[in-house]
Structures are given as structure tokens and as C-alpha cells.
């Protein structure tokens, strides 16, 4: 019987590439984002794919998306909680709006998303799944002018730490993948320069998506009792270590 996933963020980038992933491995993959046809797009040409447009940061959206995937396939056995934005703005400058938003979807919408498939998980036979967390190099060190994208992909550690806690007593692990420069739509502007937090504007190293998404096959392969709890892949070049 084929896996199950849910990858949130799907319609591009990371999700994107993920999803395509897990489609290619054989599992069957409910593609959640915003935008029906970016995620039309991803189940291209796939069998197994679900689309299903969702809004992770609303309670009720998340909760048809689930709904979706018990009706369609009975169970899940891997969230990717990989849907998120990017508000630039320093503390002194960015909006409360902004702050809300990011708040919303990068740190609320991952809980959303993981509660309602950890309800799940250990209501189905057998009991358990996995659950993969989107944090970033930003949930290690800051760029500049990134305060609530920091701040939430900081949160994020917390949240995959207690998920993984509590998903003991019913054979859920979580763990979580933190990405620099994996080569996207968003990081396409790098090659123009990247502000460095000594002033410089600076091109920075990117490298293909599909390493990243293979990272993510690795730690969703894993029987339950094995669990990698972070796993932080980058450009080999890129300012990170030593990055200040």
C-alpha cells in the first residue's frame, strides 16, 4: 500500500520540489498552497497527487485539508510543513501588519498543519507517522533586516522540539530540516547580491533544490524508532559559518 504524505508550500520552490519527490518515490501526496494552479503544475503529469488549495494559517482551511486526505486515503503517514513568507523589515521598521502575517503562516499555520495531522496519526492503525518541520539556516542566525522571519523560523525549533516530545506516546516523530540557498524562485535574486550584516552587498552560492528535497526522502524513510531531529544542508560557500 502506497505511503501518504501532506506537503504544505507545494505550488513552488522547496514544496515544489519535495512533493515531486515523494510523488516520484510512490507516495501519494496532498499538495496544499494557496494557489490551485501553481499546485496543478506540481501534480503535472503525477499519479498519486491530490490537490487540495489551503490557507495554512486558517484553522478551518487546515482542517479541510485533512479532512481530504482521511477521506481520500484513510491515514497519513508524513506532513511536510513547509508552507512559508518572507517579511523584510528591521525592529524599527516593520509593520505590525507584516509581523501578523509571518506570525501567521510561518509559526501558526506549522502548528495548525501538525496538530490536525498528529490527530490523525494517532487515531489510525498502525498508530504513528512523521512529521518534517521547514526551519531554515534562519532558525540559527539572523540576515539582516529579517526580523519576523527569524524570530518565527527560531519558534519553529521550539515547535519541532515539542511536537517531537510529546509524539512519543503515539509513535509520531518530528524532525526538522533547516535549508541555505537551496536554488528557488526566491533565492533566484542572490546572484544580483544579498545584503551581508557588515554593510556589503554580496552574489551568494545557491545549489540545486533536489539535494534538498533527497535530504528530505532520507528522513521521512526512517522506520519510527529512528529519527534525524535536524538536519541543516547549505551551499558549501555560502555565509553561514562565520557569517557576521
Not at 112 to 130: N, S
Not at 131 to 140: E, L, Q, T
Request: glycine share 12%; proline share 3%; aromatic share 4%.
Amino acid at each position: 500500500m502506497a505511503k501518504t504524505a501532506v506537503v504544505t508550500g507545494a505550488g513552488s520552490g522547496i514544496g515544489r520540489a519535495v512533493a515531486r519527490a515523494l510523488l516520484d518515490d510512490g507516495y501519494q501526496v496532498a499538495l496544499a498552497g494557496r494557489r490551485a494552479e501553481a499546485l496543478a503544475e506540481t501534480a503535472a503529469g503525477a499519479e498519486g497527487a491530490l490537490v487540495v488549495p489551503t490557507d495554512v494559517s486558517d484553522e478551518d482551511s487546515v482542517g479541510a485539508l485533512f479532512e481530504a486526505v482521511r477521506a481520500n486515503w484513510g491515514g497519513l503517514d508524513l506532513l511536510v510543513n513547509n508552507a512559508g513568507i518572507s517579511a523584510g523589515g528591521t525592529v524599527a521598521d516593520l509593520s505590525v501588519e507584516d509581523w501578523k502575517r509571518t506570525v501567521d503562516v510561518n509559526l501558526t499555520g506549522m502548528f495548525l498543519c501538525a496538530r490536525q495531522a498528529v490527530r490523525l496519526m494517532k487515531d489510525q492503525d498502525p498508530r504513528g507517522g512523521r512529521i518534517v518541520n521547514n526551519g531554515s539556516i534562519s532558525a540559527h542566525v539572523p540576515r539582516p533586516a529579517s526580523v519576523a522571519y527569524t524570530a518565527t523560523k527560531h519558534a519553529v525549533t521550539g515547535l519541532t522540539r515539542s511536537i517531537s516530545l510529546d509524539g512519543r506516546a503515539w509513535n509520531v516523530a518530528c524532525g526538522q530540516i533547516d535549508i541555505g540557498n537551496a536554488a528557488t524562485e526566491m533565492t533566484e535574486r542572490m546572484a544580483a547580491g544579498i545584503p551581508q550584516a557588515d554593510g556589503r552587498v554580496v552574489a551568494e552560492p545557491t545549489f540545486d533544490v533536489r539535494h534538498a528535497a533527497d535530504a528530505v526522502l532520507y528522513m521521512a524513510g526512517l522506520p519510527l524508532d529512528a529519527n534525524v531531529q535536524f538536519l541543516t544542508i547549505t551551499a558549501t560557500t555560502m555565509p553561514f559559518i562565520g557569517r557576521g
